[in-house]
């Protein structure tokens, strides 16, 4: 924990606000020809993901930062009723629920790599890498003569995620997701 003057806010800055911890996804810093200059920012709530835009600051308001905390933990298994659980290399496990890793079980199955988020020692998210490797099981057919270069039809992939892909791509076939987007990127 420390400080940071609302004048040296950046993205990805992180501090407590209103009895939250918030990141800064946008800030602007305005100076309007009268009256004080300020800074305007959106802030993500980083455990809720609940979003406050045009949250104002004065630029010498004291903020107090916090450090989230990341670590790279593989994903176990499902137990079956309510947590997911993760371990890191040194077989340290940890449950989260589904709302807590909700996004990144589009893109995850067991035994891949994830990085979890921590606040105050308690993890509070997942994050899947940025690209991953999934398997269609189920697609539309290719329609016969569609040579379009950007038709897309509809396809599921082995963890039940749905998403738009190329006419060529077909089921059994492995793709590549960029995970931030949830788009198709290539065939493996």
């Known amino acids: 924990m420390g400080q940071m003057l609302a004048g040296d806010i950046r993205k990805g800055a ?18 309007p020809g009268k009256g004080a200059a300020f800074v305007r920012t959106t802030l993500k709530n980083v455990v809720t993901g609940q979003v406050l835009s045009n949250e104002t600051f004065n630029p010498t308001a004291k903020l107090e930062t916090v450090d989230v905390e990341t670590k790279k933990m593989t994903y176990s298994y499902f137990d079956g ?8 290399d040194e077989f340290n496990t940890i449950e989260l629920t589904k709302d807590q890793c909700e996004d990144a079980l589009n893109f995850i199955k067991e035994n891949d790599v994830v990085t979890v988020r921590f606040l ?16 269609v099981i ?13 038709a897309m039809k509809k396809a599921k992939v082995e ?9 060529f791509v077909n089921e059994g076939e492995t793709i590549r997701i960029d ?3 949830g ?6």
């Open 14 to 31: 992180t501090f407590e606000y209103k009895s939250g911890v918030y990141t800064v996804t946008d800030f602007q810093h305005v100076k």
């Open 81 to 88: 009723s309510e947590f997911y659980v993760f371990m890191d």
């Open 120 to 135: 105050y020692g308690k993890a509070f998210s997942v994050e899947p890498e940025n690209f991953v490797e999934l398997k």
């Open 138 to 150: 189920e697609a539309d057919p290719g329609v016969k003569g569609n040579t379009a270069t950007n």
């Open 159 to 167: 963890t039940g995620y749905e998403l738009q892909v190329p006419m």
């Open 179 to 181: 995970t931030r987007s």
């Open 183 to 188: 788009e198709y990127m290539s065939r493996v």
